[in-house]
Every structure is written in structure tokens, then in C-alpha cells.
């Protein structure tokens, strides 16, 4: 195949796949709004949340997940920018779609991974876990942008950066040490996001791996991908050359309710989960408290 070209409308006559993406396009503004309601209710003080932060202070994983969420909660939104236009029709990009479902569900698959597990000390590991990670890559971050800085401003950055990765460390190394954790426990070992997702998708009790499944399926076209494009995508012929064909590609309609009804449920359960870890009633004590290092 050759010579595709994009066709951004909607071109398919099913007129009931249509009618379910306006349905779930409300449900995602919803969506908005309720994380809006939650947000700001305080933590009841004998809640599983409330113990976890402090387990985990000053890298509380209840601020870890409301991040997590936030994140999940504002692509929602811009989904509903994207597809809805300002006379409330629909437009369907080809594959922006799909990359913004996938971070949708990595974001809400990350809180969940965080807060699924039903003893703290797995919690605390698995935000452990995600923190030294993002470590590593803030430094490699660091040293990309630094390298094309003059030599003292270079040097500038890779201190600022040290100082930074000391602190948290130290920090890490008080929870840890506070929870009974060994730092073999989570320094190098966070899972990739396969895994989490898979793993949180079990926790949310979607079935048939459908949250991996999905999250692949939207993987493989957010990077340039021609087999999952033609598989996934549709191809209207509009010449053929030898065994060469050119045509037309456009989203098929029900692929796209699909992947952001499953982009909207994970949120949705993510977000019940922490909204109720809010108010449930903790059960593991006593709560351990770090000891911060003065830095």
C-alpha cells in the first residue's frame, strides 16, 4: 500500500456506534466533573489513605494518585475537545485518538497499581518503585538538555540535579526504612507499564485482559506502526498500481467507542477506588511515621 492519505471525517453509515461515542463523550465530561466533587474532600483521619500518606511522608502516595488521576481526568477532557466540535458534531482524528486513550488508561492503570494491593507495605513499595524511577529518567533528561548548555551552565544543572536526586533518596531511604523495606525492594525494579497494566486491570476486575489488550492495541498507533494501522484503521481503495494500492485511511467508528469506553471505565474505577480509600477505615496498625531527614 502506498499514497494513504487521511480522511478525518466520519465516513461509516453505522449510526448506532455514532450515537454510543455521544454517549460516552457526556459520561467523559461527567467524568470531569466528578473528580471535581472528590478532589477536595478531605481525608477522613482513620482512613486507609490517611495512614498511607503517612507511611509514606512526604512522598504520599495519596498525592501521588490524585496526580495520577488529574492526569487521566484532563485527557478525558481533551478527548471531548478533539471529537466534539463547537456545534456539537463529531470528528474522528485517525490516530490522536488512540494516544490520548492510551495515556488515559496508563495514567489511571498507575493509581491503581499504587493503591490496589490490600497491605500498605505493597502500596508503599510500589510508590517506592515508581519514585526511584522517575529519578533515573529526570537525570537523563537532565543531561540531554544540559549538553547543549555552555560548559558552566552544564555543570549548573548536573549539581542542581544531584542535589535534587539526593533529596529524594534520603527521603526513600526514611520510608523504607520506617515500612521494614529493603532498598533492593524498589531501586531498579519497577515493573514497565505492560505490566502495570495488566496488573491493574486484574484489580479492576476488567475481563478478558481487556485493559492490556486495549492499551497495546492503542500502543501500536501511537508510534508509527503501517501493520496496526492497517489492521485497525480503514482502507478505502482508491487505486491499485501492480501490488501496489493507494487509498484512503479513516477510523472506524465502533474501534473508537471501544477504546475510549475503556479509557473511561478504568478511570472511573480508579477513581471510586480513591475516592473511597478516603473513608474506608484503615485496618493495619500501628501506622509507621518516617523520620525526614533535615536537608
Known amino acids: 500500500m502506498s499514497g494513504a492519505s487521511a480522511n478525518e471525517s466520519i465516513t461509516e453509515t453505522d449510526h448506532e456506534a455514532v450515537e454510543l461515542l455521544h454517549h460516552v463523550l457526556l459520561r467523559l465530561a461527567e ?10 474532600v478531605a481525608l477522613g483521619a482513620n482512613s486507609v489513605l490517611a495512614a498511607d500518606d503517612m507511611a509514606t511522608h512526604p512522598l504520599e502516595i495519596g498525592h501521588f494518585a490524585s496526580y495520577c488521576l488529574l492526569q487521566a481526568v484532563d485527557t478525558c477532557r481533551s478527548i471531548v475537545r478533539v471529537v466534539r466540535d463547537e456545534a456539537g458534531g463529531i470528528t474522528l482524528p485517525i490516530m490522536s485518538l488512540f494516544t490520548l486513550a492510551r ?72 520510608i523504607a526504612h ?11 525494579t519497577r515493573p514497565g507499564r505492560e505490566e502495570i497494566v495488566t496488573v491493574a486491570g486484574e484489580a479492576m476486575s476488567i475481563e478478558h485482559h481487556g485493559l492490556p489488550t486495549v492499551w497495546r492495541l492503542c500502543s501500536g498507533l501511537s508510534h508509527p506502526s503501517v501493520t496496526r494501522g492497517i489492521n485497525v484503521l480503514q482502507f478505502t481503495q482508491t487505486s491499485e498500481k501492480g501490488d501496489i ?31 473511597l480509600s478516603k473513608v474506608q477505615v484503615n485496618p493495619e496498625r500501628p501506622v509507621p511515621k518516617p523520620v525526614v531527614p533535615k536537608l
Not at 467524568?31 to 478532589?39: A, I, K, Q, T
Request: glycine letters at 2%; hydrophobic letters at 40%; a positive charge.
Open 31 to 40: 467524568l470531569v466533573n466528578e473528580h471535581e466533587r472528590v478532589y477536595p
Open 103 to 174: 495515556a488515559v488508561i496508563e495514567c489511571a492503570a498507575t493509581a491503581m497499581w499504587v493503591m490496589a494491593p490490600p497491605d500498605r507495605r505493597t502500596r508503599v513499595v510500589r510508590r517506592l518503585q515508581f519514585e526511584h524511577n522517575e529519578l533515573s529518567h529526570e537525570t537523563e533528561l537532565t543531561k540531554s538538555a544540559a549538553s547543549s548548555f555552555s560548559k558552566s551552565e552544564e555543570q549548573a544543572a548536573l549539581r542542581k540535579d544531584a542535589k535534587s536526586r539526593k533529596k529524594a533518596n534520603a527521603y526513600m531511604r526514611a
Open 178 to 188: 520506617a515500612n521494614g523495606i529493603a532498598r533492593t525492594e524498589y531501586e531498579n
Open 245 to 275: 494500492l493507494s487509498g484512503v485511511l479513516s477510523v472506524k467508528t465502533g474501534n473508537a467507542v471501544s477504546v475510549v469506553s475503556l479509557a473511561h471505565r478504568a478511570t472511573t474505577i480508579a477513581m471510586k477506588h480513591w475516592s
